[in-house]
T-cell receptor
Framework: RKEVEQDPGPFNVPEGATVAFNCTYS??????FFWYRQDCRKEPKLLMS???SGNEDGRFTAQLNRASQYISLLIRDSKLSDSATYLC???????????????FGTGTQLKVEL | DTAVSQTPKYLVTQMGNDKSIKCEQN?????MYWYKQDSKKFLKIMFS???????INETVPNRFSPKSPDKAHLNLHINSLELGDSAVYFC?????????????FGPGTRLTVT
């Protein structure tokens, strides 16, 4: 089983649609959770952190269910500029060396169309 | 101003050669990373350094040798390049101890081995 699993997509949606991405992770000791965005041929950039209580940033809402080891991202009123790959990211506990290790999912590709 | 920079941006070389990729961050972070993103877009950590000390060393062939002359720089040297080394290599940095563990990525180095 992959450490972080996502549906690769692509999700093709019309502008203005609401789209949801899901992610599951295997390590129950994982400590922090994030969604990163990666545009084509660019570097990943942090979109938002994910908290157990759920958090919202404008049109984006992230949820975490620790019991089910499940993370979600909801995008409302999608824009053409939202087209990108969305990476589910999990921060594992520090190892013996104290390293801060992020484990990335393979990403879900979103294409927003006119 | 560029936060995390990498050189070169593109690198085309032949099998068996030795090459280096340089990374610099001006964010004042104390931790730096190297990631490899393969043709299937899977992003995987290779190494992490904290204050010039190696703290994460994933299962990477020993042909890959990171070097950190100071906490603002982390270079990656690759010996005896193989076809399978072709990928995009991303450098990243973060500040250890901050709750979000946000990592800032460089623009990537596209390595093609022929």
């Amino acid at each position: 089983r992959k450490e972080v699993e996502q549906d690769p997509g692509p999700f093709n949606v019309p502008e203005g649609a609401t789209v949801a991405f899901n992610c599951t992770y295997s390590n129950s000791a994982s400590q922090s959770f994030f969604w990163y965005r990666q545009d084509c041929r660019k570097e990943p950039k942090l979109l938002m952190s994910v908290y157990s209580s759920g958090n919202e940033d404008g049109r984006f809402t992230a949820q975490l269910n620790r019991a089910s080891q499940y993370i979600s991202l909801l995008i409302r009123d999608s824009k053409l500029s939202d087209s990108a790959t969305y990476l589910c990211v999990v921060n594992d506990p520090p190892g013996t060396g104290g390293g801060n290790k992020l484990t990335f999912g393979t990403g879900t590709q979103l294409k927003v169309e006119l | 101003d560029t936060a995390v920079s990498q050189t070169p941006k593109y690198l085309v070389t032949q099998m068996g050669n030795d090459k280096s990729i340089k990374c610099e961050q001006n964010l004042g972070h104390d931790t730096m990373y190297w990631y490899k993103q393969d043709s299937k877009k899977f992003l995987k950590i290779m190494f992490s350094y904290n204050n010039k000390e190696l703290i994460i060393n994933e299962t990477v062939p020993n042909r890959f040798s990171p070097k950190s002359p100071d906490k603002a720089h982390l270079n990656l040297h690759i010996n005896s390049l193989e076809l399978g080394d072709s990928a995009v290599y991303f450098c990243a940095s973060s500040q250890r101890g901050t709750g979000a563990y946000e990592q800032y990525f460089g623009p990537g180095t596209r390595l093609t081995v022929t």
